[in-house]
């Protein structure tokens, strides 16, 4: 299995009971980015996503399609989850770095938190809907 395949499957079976794993496959200083997260080192990374099984339940990770090119991998997504009894679905894309012992020394997430959550969410709906209209082409 090649590590690209390995990742991917950490990712997408990453439990609260599989965590502490995330040291297998991370270098101890790297870094991971998302629109709400900017961290160095592997507590740091444990803590984004202790944060994310604390305020989501049932958060997966489905991976469709990747490439990978010498130590580059991005990953096309699909990150499913409910709170509070709605079931929400996010699409993004990782762009993941390895070094050449095979860790990851950065993982940097991509997409869009203003369509895929704040538009949904009922008190931030109108604000959302009149900036997209004031900043859309015409």
């Known amino acids: ?33 998302d629109p709400f997260n900017d961290v160095i080192g592997i507590d740091a990374i444990k803590t984004v996503f202790s944060h994310m099984f604390e305020t989501t339940e049932n958060p997966t990770f489905i991976v469709s399609h990747h490439a990978a090119n010498q130590n580059i991998l991005m990953l096309q997504w699909t990150f499913q989850f409910s709170k509070k009894g709605k079931n929400w679905t996010v699409e993004g894309s990782s762009l993941v770095t390895f070094n050449d012992s095979d860790l990851v020394i950065e993982h940097i997430d991509y997409w869009d938190p203003a369509e895929q959550i704040y538009s949904k969410i009922g008190l931030l709906r109108p604000i959302m809907n009149f900036l997209k209209k004031r900043l859309t082409a015409s």
């Open 1 to 33: 299995m090649t590590r690209e395949d390995k990742y991917i499957s950490f990712f997408s079976n990453l439990t609260e009971k599989n965590i502490d794993q995330i040291a297998d496959y991370f270098t101890h200083n790297a870094h991971f980015k």
